[in-house]
């Protein structure tokens, strides 16, 4: 309620403004009206109250990101507002590096502080579960999940080494003090998207001497790489078997055995309907009130949970936005933070997509959504942005 509570209140403000055009209108008014009547007209259907659960985590971030758009009116402003963002986000970042080690070192009194007395109990008097590996706390730092705090390790890791106005000294530093946390979360996807971004750096420094179009190939050429490798190894049982005998068994069975075993499973499920349109909304998942879900099914990947609620369909529709995304920032002069957004696309798509699902996560979502938006409606090429180009300068607020 808070979040569309702020999106009208800017929409008031855009207008009160009278910097208003029909582009601006049609973007921040009038697309997410069509969303939302199309979305509620093409699941008459599924039960309401699962549809309006769903909304509130597919829909509803969208519209604090629209908000933000919609009382933003130059260049300079986003690009202020950006690295405000980039510091709260670092600052939120550095925080839970603390946590975590705190977490990691002082397990015990962390346990008791919380009144808890073992490791993967169900809540109790703290409302969280703690998971554990090898009988080692998974950190959460500040969240409720190791996943969430890995998360954040990773959007971390790469603003630091893709904002250039942080200095070198500090930047390794920060790199550091991020690479370590990530590892001591115990999460393998954070970790292994810190190592693909690394991979990447290293390729880009040694052959982008030529220019912009050899760095925009290379980057765009190792997504599709890395996106087919992750969809046949999370898709398909290859990969375990050739661990499963080895001393990284249990890593991969809960790492891979797991994930392939349950994408399997709501594939099969979803075919047995409509394998284009998926499950219905809400059908799977943990979305809606509590028990109201006897049968449904978990999905903790972003593959998955579409491929449930939007079918196929809605699959191709994503991966086609977000391949789309990469090679306009690519191509795109002087986007804002077009490095940074490259970088959290690629990691989504390539390695989180078939894993666990960013957009899921308060707050990460709206660090997500955000600073993909500024490179997209930004641009430093121009006096204006592209939001500004959509606005008729009548007057000043």
Same mark, same amino acid.
């Given at each position: 309620m808070i979040? !569309?509570?702020?999106?009208?209140?800017?929409?008031?403000? =855009? !207008?009160c403004c009278r910097k208003v055009s029909y582009k601006k209108l049609f973007i921040v008014i009038f697309s997410p009206a069509f969303v939302f009547v199309f979305y509620v007209a093409t699941t008459l259907n599924d039960p309401l109250i699962l549809v309006f659960y769903q909304m509130k985590s597919d829909l509803v971030p969208l519209l604090f990101v629209l908000g933000v758009v919609a009382i933003i009116n130059s260049y300079a402003e986003a690009e202020e507002l950006y690295y405000k963002l980039i510091k709260i986000i670092l600052i939120v970042g550095c925080i839970n590096v603390v946590l975590i080690v705190i977490q990691k070192i002082f397990t015990e009194w962390f346990m008791i502080f919380l009144q808890i007395d073992d490791f993967n109990n169900s809540s109790r008097d703290?409302?969280?579960? @703690?998971?554990?590996?090898?009988?080692?706390?998974?950190? =959460?730092?500040?969240?409720?999940?190791?996943?969430?705090?890995?998360t954040l390790m990773? @959007?971390?890791? !790469? #603003?630091?080494?893709?904002v250039k106005k942080i200095k070198l000294k500090t930047r390794l530093i920060l790199s550091a003090m991020f690479l370590s946390a990530a590892i001591a979360t115990t999460y393998k996807t954070a970790i292994i998207g810190i190592s693909i971004y690394l991979i990447l750096k290293v390729v880009l420094g040694v052959f982008t001497k030529g220019g912009g179009t050899i760095r925009n190939t290379i980057v765009i050429a190792y997504t599709v790489i890395v996106f087919t490798v992750s969809a046949f190894c999370f898709n398909d049982y290859f990969l375990y078997n050739q661990l499963k005998n080895t001393t990284f068994h249990d890593s991969a069975y809960g790492s891979i055995y797991i994930r392939v075993k349950q994408h399997n499973d709501i594939f099969e499920s979803v075919e047995k309907g409509n394998i284009l349109t998926g499950a219905g909304i809400g059908t799977n998942g943990t979305e809606g009130p509590k028990g109201f879900k006897s049968n449904s099914k978990a999905l903790d990947s972003t593959y998955i949970? #579409?491929?449930?609620?939007?079918? @196929?369909l809605g699959v191709i529709i994503y991966l086609a936005i977000l391949?789309?995304? #990469?090679?306009?920032?690519?191509? /795109? /002069?002087?986007?804002?933070?077009?490095?940074?957004?490259?970088?959290?696309?690629?990691y989504?798509?390539?390695?989180?997509?078939?894993?666990?699902?960013?957009?899921?996560?308060?707050?990460?979502?709206?660090?997500?959504?955000?600073?993909?938006?500024?490179? #997209?409606?930004?641009?430093?090429?121009? $006096? /204006?942005?592209?939001?500004? /180009?959509?606005? =008729? $300068?009548? $007057?000043?607020c």
């Open positions: 979040v !569309i509570f702020y999106y009208l209140l800017s929409i008031f403000y =855009m !207008i703290s409302g969280l579960r @703690l998971d554990n590996v090898n009988d080692s706390l998974r950190a =959460m730092g500040s969240f409720t999940s190791f996943i969430a705090s890995g990773v @959007l971390c890791f !790469i #603003i630091v080494n893709e949970n #579409i491929l449930s609620n939007y079918g @196929l391949f789309f995304l #990469i090679l306009y920032l690519s191509i /795109k /002069k002087n986007p804002l933070g077009a490095n940074v957004s490259i970088m959290l696309l690629l989504h798509l390539d390695i989180e997509f078939f894993t666990n699902n960013i957009l899921m996560d308060f707050p990460l979502n709206l660090f997500f959504y955000l600073l993909i938006a500024f490179s #997209i409606f930004y641009s430093q090429s121009d $006096e /204006k942005s592209i939001t500004e /180009k959509m606005q =008729m $300068e009548v $007057e000043e």
